[in-house]
């Protein structure tokens, strides 16, 4: 059996390697021919929109995935006739663009930031005078790690934000003085079963996933986390694993975006819960019973942003799980991280600080 990822990035990489052991063979659709994925499966090169290519990925697949979701949404149509494309083209769809995702949120009553979308000068204008700041001006789509936004102080930062994103869509919201970031993973399978991993809580740089722990103990939080997954698992005849990242605010759960696929905020579940979401996802999309998703004690995770730390000195950490992408060093680039297991919270911080020491003394 031979599973299809459109995108070859860590993400890709990590579900082939949590593949291989099932028995699964990996082939992946990507511009780079040297993307992580090439290190643990065929690459065919092309961009994501390629008929030629995306035929091509269809052809040597038993079932195609992928591992981003700026996946052209056109382009993946003509595939998902000729292959079982999972998780399914109306679900991708629903979570590439901010304005539909924030819609949906609101129509299954699950808490979002009050939003307006926003098409010219004037709309946005319009929309600062609904929301009032200080607000958030986002692209609505291909945005991530933070990028294609701006911060609104005030009217004075109207129109160069305007001018710095302008001429695509965009989405005004307003600014939540959150406590902290949470994520909640859940997987569901073909055969409707579902699962639902421990909330992880995220501590973001400039909008990119810098850290997360788990699991974040707040039974009633993770209770009303799992229903918000229920709605979307349902609404969109899900199959594989959703993320939804959420806002703490005032103690209540906000609901600030969700993707239809793994989830950086989840590389803890590798080494840090029985079965690890990279191979839930591929038991979902396949119909095969689903993985235990109970953390094994406390798990922290540190993204490698822009530089790798000396595997020998990370290796000296008890609980320290190692993970390169083979990826050439670029400012910001998540280039592996590392997970820390402990049997307490206290151990797993003792840990996860000497990891952040070790990282940050090569800065
Ligand atoms: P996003 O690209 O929507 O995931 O945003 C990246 C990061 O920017 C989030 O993880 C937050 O730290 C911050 N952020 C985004 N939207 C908001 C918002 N409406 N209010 C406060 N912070 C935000």
Redesign the pocket.
């Known amino acids: 059996m031979r599973i299809g990822i459109i995108g070859a990035g860590q993400l890709g990489r990590m579900l082939a390697l949590a593949g291989y052991p099932l028995g699964l063979r990996f082939v992946f659709l990507d511009k780079s021919a040297d993307a992580p994925g090439a290190q643990v499966g065929s690459i065919i090169t092309g961009e994501f929109d390629d008929p030629a290519r995306l035929r091509e990925l269809a052809d040597a697949s038993d079932l195609v995935t992928f591992d981003v979701e700026n996946v052209p949404v056109e382009a993946v149509r003509t595939i998902a006739d000729r292959v079982r494309f999972l998780p399914s083209v109306r679900a991708l769809e629903a979570a590439q663009d901010r304005l539909t995702e924030k819609t949906l949120f609101e129509a299954l009553a699950i808490p979002t ?1 009050k939003f307006r979308a926003v098409d010219t000068l004037a709309g946005l204008r319009e929309a600062a005078l609904a929301i009032g700041y200080p607000g ?1 001006l ?1 692209t609505r789509r291909l ?2 790690d ?1 990028k294609g ?1 701006r911060q609104l102080g005030s009217e004075a930062d109207l129109e160069s934000a305007w001018t710095a994103l302008g001429r695509v869509p965009l989405i005004f ?4 003085p ?1 406590e902290c ?1 949470v994520s909640i993973i859940g997987v569901r399978s073909v055969s409707g079963e579902t699962a639902s991993y421990p909330i992880s809580k995220n501590y ?1 740089e400039s ?1 990119i996933l810098q850290r997360s722990v788990a699991p974040f103990v707040e039974p009633r939080l993770q209770s009303v986390a799992e229903q918000y997954l229920s709605r979307l698992f349902e609404h969109l005849d899900y199959a594989g694993v959703l993320t939804i ?1 959420f ?1 703490v605010c005032d103690g209540e759960l906000i609901a ?2 969700m993707a239809p696929r793994v989830h950086n905020s989840g590389h803890w579940t590798i080494e840090g819960a029985v079965t690890s979401q990279f191979e839930n996802h591929i038991r979902a999309v396949l119909g095969l019973p689903l993985g235990v998703t109970d953390a094994i004690g406390h798990a922290g995770m540190l993204n490698f942003l822009g530089r790798l730390p000396p595997l020998k000195r990370v290796l000296a950490i008890p609980g320290a799980h190692y993970h390169g992408y083979g990826k050439e060093a670029r400012p910001r680039r998540k280039l592996g991280h590392c997970t820390v297991t402990a049997s307490s919270p206290a151990e797993r911080d003792r840990r996860l600080d000497e990891l952040l020491a070790i990282f940050g003394s090569q800065s």
């Open positions: 930031p958030v986002k945005g991530y933070g936004q919201e307003t600014c939540v959150f970031e973001h909008g990242e806002f600030n975006e």
